[in-house]
């Protein structure tokens, strides 16, 4: 990594904001539960989309939950595996994952439309430990059909960094 990989220092002086699109998304789950401890330490923490922070988290917390639990509405068999297969493929090959950021999941419990983010946040990070520590099977995505555990922290991974592209972090 050199210093075209970091944002303009002079820039985040004057607005005291760092976009997470600023910084190298993370690369794994691990890597999200230390960017849920560096938000908690932010002086503030919003987005820039259409979702306030508590539902952009409370997103992230049910697509790891539902990975276990299972999802209220999966497409058909068919769409996962050929559409749905052939999109996880394409994320994955190109490291990245870009869907419709105020896309809630089928069937999933309305998201909280406003308030204090922080209890999403935990929520969250117990959704990455429970899911890293599960030894069971795991459910099939709605879209993308029956995933390995490794493939699944993929998906993971690239939702949540793809949620980080709106997320705007108001250093102390």
């Known amino acids: 990594m050199d210093h075209r990989d970091f944002p303009d220092m002079t820039m985040?002086?004057?607005?005291?904001?760092i976009t997470m699109a600023d910084f190298p998304k993370i690369q794994s789950l691990n890597d999200a539960l230390h960017w849920l401890d560096k938000m908690d330490k932010a002086a503030s923490a919003r987005t820039t989309g259409a979702w306030p922070l508590v539902s952009v988290l409370e997103h992230m917390a049910q697509s790891v939950e539902m990975s276990m639990d299972g999802f209220p509405r999966p497409k058909s068999v068919v769409f996962q595996s050929t559409a749905g297969a052939a999109a996880f493929a394409f994320f994955k090959w190109r490291g990245r994952m870009s869907h419709g950021l105020s896309e809630p999941i089928p069937g999933a419990a309305a998201l909280t439309p406003a308030g204090d983010w922080r209890p999403a946040a935990v929520r969250l990070d117990a959704a990455i430990t429970r899911f890293g520590l599960h030894q069971g099977p795991l459910k099939p995505h709605f879209a993308y059909g029956a995933l390995s555990?490794?493939?699944f922290a993929r998906a993971h991974v690239l939702h949540i960094a793809n949620h980080q592209d709106?997320?705007?972090?108001?250093?102390?």
């Open 12 to 17: 985040l002086a004057l607005t005291g904001a």
């Open 166 to 172: 709106e997320i705007v972090l108001d250093q102390v």
């Open 149 to 151: 555990k490794s493939d």
